[in-house]
């Protein structure tokens, strides 16, 4: 039913990738073929020898639109036949005289299809800065599903608020959160993860520790250093600062309670717990009683220990933990050899994590860090003297300026320069990341869309495959106006001239 929904009510009329006054729908005259079944069967055996890897063949599909226009398709899993039927989706347009019919222009036709390039195709999407409501979560779902993306990782948790409810604390969300209005609740967390499930997107968290936790301050003030210091600047990356107490055992003691509470209720959605780490603040633990100088040096057994517990708990509950690249490149701590190392700085971080030997995800904020170049949020103290830095006088820029476009989001190719196959096996894949400092619920679908579609394609074909091209731009395109049809408010991709006129737009 979900299928004949989309394909009658949510798909487009493509006349803007035709020249004006082109005929190019079919006669209504009844002469057209008409769908007469779509027939999905599973079977073990393996699609195409082209998808050879234990992932690829989970994934793979052969889809087949017959001369006496049956459908029939063939997957290894139904995670397959769902990439299948949102194939199928894609090859039916609306007629501009009918809404009661839809039509197909390349059957007969088969296709095969699968990844050639990586496991995990990610979303990282930031819901703690700005409030992101769950439904509209569901709608970011529904469009990865439509890509083909797979994984979405909620950066639930920060220094700004905890809209993330945890029954067994419940005064974390009703303080921590900027509204009692703006919570998550343990309902809602199981409804997105649910709703991502059944359309093959695996919903897993983030609770970001030590740094980035200022907002346990509001409920459990005893357990933050330096919350709310002046200048902010001197001891966290951004306001407000603040980060969990290292050497303080009722962190450990929070730590338990609130995965314990957790784990359980979450951990038939994803094989994934992400634990955090990042920009760990050195100053902000001169505050903290019992540390007398933060060196790094001093600080180190310390973080150590306080990860150590927490990673004991993600893998007891059967979690495969994720960190953030810091963890392992800055503070070389001792991690569980099943740990993941998302890298986020560079691809030469990505190359120094590999060779540790541990799995990792890509993801540079050079190219897939889709909240830059659009400003920064500070203001000048004076107005009237600012301070030498960009971020506050003209122009105004944040740190990973410029805006990265969708063809730079499509160019990137994460793994050139590593020719080690041991090493590529261990790239799982990557994930786009949107941090949440200047994106609410009214700006978050043109934030991610197209540029997520962008990533998604060379995710699906491989690092290294994808080239910018007229061909792309108006596949892309297409993708765009499909997801429109959606309900998602996606940016735009090309001009409707160069669309109309193929070959119009070329340097």
């Known amino acids: 039913m979900r299928f004949k929904d989309n394909v009658f009510n949510r798909t487009f009329i493509p006349a803007k990738f035709h020249p004006r006054g082109a005929n190019f729908e079919p006669d209504l005259d009844g002469s057209e073929n008409v769908l007469q079944s779509v027939k999905v069967e599973l079977s073990k055996r393996g699609i195409s020898p082209t998808f050879n890897s234990s992932f690829a063949t989970k994934e793979a599909y052969k889809l087949t639109i017959g001369r006496d226009s049956a459908v029939q398709i063939l997957a290894a899993s139904s995670v397959g036949a769902l990439h299948a039927l949102q194939t199928l989706e894609q090859l039916f347009y609306g007629h501009s005289r009918t809404k009661e019919k839809v039509y197909c222009p390349n059957a007969p036709i088969s296709i ?18 700005n409030w992101i409501p769950p439904e509209d979560v569901v709608r970011v779902i529904d469009a990865m599903a439509f890509n083909k993306l797979n994984f979405l990782h909620i950066h639930a948790t ?27 609740s343990a309902k809602d967390l199981h409804a997105v993860q649910q709703h991502g499930k059944l359309r093959g997107v695996s919903v897993y968290l983030e609770i970001d520790i030590p740094g980035h936790t200022t907002s346990i301050h509001h409920s459990h003030p005893d357990l933050i250093t330096a919350a709310h210091r002046e200048p902010w600047s001197k001891y966290a990356a951004e306001p407000p600062s603040g980060q969990l107490k290292l050497n303080h055992t009722p962190v450990q003691e929070f730590l338990t309670t609130v995965f314990n509470d957790l784990f359980p209720r979450i951990r038939s959605f994803s094989p994934y717990f992400h634990l955090g780490g990042d920009e ?4 902000a633990y001169s505050f903290e009683t019992g540390i007398n100088r933060p060196t790094k040096s ?13 990673l004991n708990l993600t893998t007891s509950h059967g979690f495969t933990p994720i960190l953030w690249e810091e963890m392992l ?7 569980p050899s099943s740990t993941v190392i998302q890298t986020w700085r560079s691809n030469a971080a990505l190359a120094k994590v590999l060779q540790t030997g541990h799995r990792v995800l890509f993801g540079a904020n050079t190219h897939w860090y889709l909240d830059c ?27 990973c300026a410029p805006y990265h476009n969708w063809r730079h989001v499509y ?6 320069g590593i020719s080690d ?26 934030m991610l869309w197209p540029r997520a579609a962008a990533a998604a394609e060379m995710l699906w074909s491989g690092s290294g495959r994808t080239r910018v091209s007229e061909d792309v731009t108006r596949r892309l395109a297409e993708m765009r106006e499909r997801l429109v049809g959606k309900g998602v408010r996606a940016g735009m991709v090309q001009m409707e001239w160069c669309l109309r006129n193929k070959g119009g737009c070329l340097l």
């Open 329 to 335: 490149l800055e503070w070389n701590l001792t991690l």
């Open 158 to 184: 920060d220094a700004q608020s905890w809209p993330l409810d945890i029954p067994s604390l419940p005064s974390l969300a009703q303080k921590g959160a900027y509204d009692t209005t703006q919570i998550w």
């Open 280 to 283: 760990l603040n050195i100053n």
């Open 421 to 446: 196959p041991e090493q590529r096996r261990r790239v799982l894949g990557g994930e786009v990341h949107l941090w949440g400092e200047l994106t609410d619920s009214v700006t978050l679908d043109g």
């Open 411 to 416: 160019a990137y190719d994460p793994l050139a």
């Open 298 to 310: 001093n600080l180190l057994p310390l973080v150590q220990r306080l990860l150590s517990h927490a």
């Open 112 to 129: 095969v299809d699968g990844p050639l390039g990586f496991e995990h195709r990610g979303i990282n999407l930031d819901i703690s800065r």
């Open 373 to 399: 170049g659009h400003g920064a949020f500070l203001d000048p103290v004076d107005p009237q003297n600012p301070p030498k830095d960009g971020k506050v006088r003209p122009p105004y820029m944040d740190y």
